[in-house]
């Protein structure tokens, strides 16, 4: 473990001599643009709820008019932020490395810093589509401020509820963007996982998947984590302060 303010040196040359790298990112990837986490005390209207059980079927089942504002509240803080310099190190990782960005997040960041995202394991806070048919919906009006409780607009093709294009605990991941991370954690010189719990499954098991294969894995978080013991290298750093180091430290002219 490193919680030095440089990045390791064995990392720094793993990722210098790499060609492949397979990159999985969570919600501490996005914190720092102020996106909280799934894990930080939640806030405001919903502080009363935890996460986990907004973010499933039944709640959506049972009360949809209590759930849905709680999305469109995410979705305009989305919106409302920039990415931030993690985000913009790995689009720029991406100049001189074949990157394969897996993203549990639900956001759009690395979008916007300009990388190409190869599986949005969790899917998108701000693709929406009908709960019944599954047709894909404009994106609805996100008011400046949350409210307690509002109606889902319908489906204009069944009249059917509009629901996030989210993953909600307890559905499945869809098939492509898994199968697609799944070979990108196959086949790959270095992993850097930045930012996630590793408690959320399948998505946690890509890396250890990768180190059982003998892929060196480096984690970024500052915290300890369910994968912690399982990586070669644990760098105890932000998304923000640690990745534009290491890219720039692994990408400089020697
Ligand atoms: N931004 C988003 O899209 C967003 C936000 C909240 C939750 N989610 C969803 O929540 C689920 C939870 O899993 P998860 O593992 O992604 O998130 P998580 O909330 O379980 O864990 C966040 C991790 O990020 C670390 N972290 C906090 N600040 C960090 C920083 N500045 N730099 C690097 N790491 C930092 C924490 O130590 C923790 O390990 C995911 O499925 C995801 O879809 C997404
Ligand atoms: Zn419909």
Known sequence: MRTE????????DLL?????VTVMTGAGMSAE?????????QTGLWEEFDA????TPEAWEDDPEMVWPWYLWRARMVR???P???????????RHKDVRLVTQNVDDLHERAGSDVLAHLH?????????????????????EEPTSRAMPPVCAECGGYVR???????????????EAAERAHEDADIVLVIGTSGVVFPAAALPITSRGLGIPVVEINPDETELSDLVQHAWRTTAAAGLPLLVEAATRPV
């Open 33 to 41: 643009s102020g996106v909280p986490t799934f894990r930080d005390a």
């Open 52 to 55: 986990a059980s907004l973010a």
């Open 84 to 94: 931030n310099a993690g985000h913009l190190a790995l689009a720029e990782l991406a």
């Open 164 to 178: 996030p294009g989210v993953v909600w605990f307890g559905e499945s991941l869809a098939l492509e963007p898994f």
């Open 123 to 143: 899917g998108s806070l701000l693709a929406f589509r009908c709960t019944d048919c599954g047709a894909p919906a404009p994106e609805p009006e996100l008011p």
């Open 5 to 12: 303010p440089t990045p390791d040196p064995a990392v720094v």
């Open 16 to 20: 210098r001599a790499a060609t492949k």
């Open 80 to 82: 409302g932020v920039e």
